[in-house]
């Protein structure tokens, strides 16, 4: 119950493309959805992050969608740069109590140029 | 921008040696974590530690484990006698407290055990 589903597992886009990762959760504790960005031999960074009173966050070319009912949520990356060439990492945890991020397992980005 | 800073970036030790990592937070921060990465794997939590005490530990984070903040600025992570599965990434985080939920990484510590 604890575990975050993430697919797909490495995908590419073309540069002005949109990027969509989707993740899945069981647990209806979690409040918190953060995403994370990783260049390899780099710690997480955080990219965006939801709660789940809203549908929907935007901040810049990066997009949240949530959908609490069915208990997925994802990123869009709008006009696609090679530079978003990373993994990306949705997680989860019930936040107001310091918890744990559970994370999946991950996405490799590539945009090709 | 204030960050969490870890030392050493790379550490490799022999099994059955004692390591310890160390994480400076950001300085305003009251939340502390540990994360393993093994390579090409998930991030998974191994520790968080709140009012000088672990709040919750993985099943990963076993007696061979321990933290500390020795002091108002260093957190650290033991590991008593590293066994070659010890092998990973190690991320420390930290996060403000109350509302603002957010975790700030580290940019690791690349722990080999030979």
């Known amino acids: 119950q604890q575990q975050v589903k993430q697919s797909p597992q490495s995908l590419i886009v073309q540069k002005g493309g949109i990027s969509i990762i989707n993740c899945a959760y069981e647990?209806?504790?979690?409040?918190?959805f953060p995403w994370y960005q990783q260049f390899p031999g780099k710690g997480p960074a955080l990219l965006i992050a939801i709660r789940p009173d809203v549908s929907e966050k935007k901040e810049g070319r990066f997009t949240i969608s949530f959908n609490k009912s069915a208990k997925q949520f994802s990123l869009h990356i709008m006009d696609s740069q090679p530079g978003d060439s990373a993994t990306y990492f949705c997680?989860?945890?019930?936040?107001?109590?310091?918890?744990?991020?559970?994370f999946g397992a991950g996405t490799i980005l590539r945009v090709k140029s | 921008e204030p960050e969490v800073t870890q030392t050493p970036s790379h550490q490799v030790t022999q099994m059955g040696q004692e390591v310890i990592l160390r994480c400076v937070p950001i300085s305003n921060h009251l939340y502390f974590y540990w994360y393993r990465q093994i390579l090409g794997q998930k991030v998974e939590f191994l520790v968080s530690?709140?009012?000088?005490?672990?709040?919750?530990k993985s099943e990963i984070f076993d007696d061979q484990f321990s933290v500390e903040r020795p002091d108002g600025s260093n957190f650290t992570l033991k590991i008593r006698s590293t066994k070659l599965e010890d092998s990973a990434m190690y991320f420390c985080?930290?996060?403000?407290?109350?509302?603002?939920?957010?975790?700030?990484f580290g940019p690791g510590t690349r722990l080999t055990v030979t």
């Open positions: 530690f709140y009012n000088n005490e672990i709040s919750e």
């Open positions: 997680a989860a945890s019930e936040g107001e109590y310091g918890n744990k991020l559970v």
């Open positions: 985080a930290s996060r403000l407290q109350g509302n603002d939920y957010e975790q700030y």
């Open positions: 647990n209806t504790a979690f409040d918190y």
